[in-house]
């Protein structure tokens, strides 16, 4: 492996890390239910960025990961985002070409569907009751996804990174 790949893999693992410590950040209570879900949004970033690299099996580790720190039972977040991220990377190529706008719709979609999964899983298992609030960090999520992740030129050149494309060329000839 080269050290070029070795530090974009380094750098995907960072977002990723920010994202977790993201989730678990103490926020105040009159916009916690507000929250984003960051950890979800930038796994689903890379999963269409690099879906043959960072998939459901990453994921799933996120999710044991977030279960452990929320104290949540094991799995659910887990069964969630892998959910989530096999249905973003079976559809990246598609959602690669779309406008911004309608990928804040697409991941506003798979958030929902994840909240709707981790609902799904503790309503089966503690008896869960629904509530209106259920769906504020899938707002949140359609609002901030093209300002986080709108910046092509700055995670064009992270992806040219990760992948080992990525190469200075400084070419001074006297003219």
């Known amino acids: 492996m080269s050290l070029q790949a070795a530090n974009g893999r380094l750098v995907v693992w960072l977002t990723l890390f920010v994202g977790l ?20 949004m930038i796994l689903i970033y890379w999963s269409i960025a690099l879906p043959h690299r960072y998939n459901i099996l990453t994921a799933w580790v996120l999710g044991l990961a977030l279960d452990i720190l929320l104290g949540a039972t094991l799995g659910v977040h887990s069964l969630a985002m892998s959910l989530v991220i096999y249905i973003a990377i079976l559809h990246c190529q598609r959602l690669r070409n779309f406008p911004k706008w309608q990928q804040s719709l697409v991941v506003m979609v798979l958030i929902c569907i994840y909240h709707l999964v981790v609902y799904w899983v503790e309503f089966v298992m503690d008896g869960a009751v629904f509530h209106s609030d259920l769906f504020l960090p899938a707002i949140s999520g359609l609002v901030i996804w093209p300002w986080i992740f709108g910046f092509y030129v700055g995670f064009d050149v992270i992806i040219r990174f990760v992948n080992g494309e990525f190469s200075f060329s400084f070419n001074f000839s006297p003219s």
């Open 21 to 40: 410590l993201s989730q678990i950040m103490p926020l105040p209570t009159i916009v916690e239910a507000w929250r984003p879900d960051w950890l979800l």
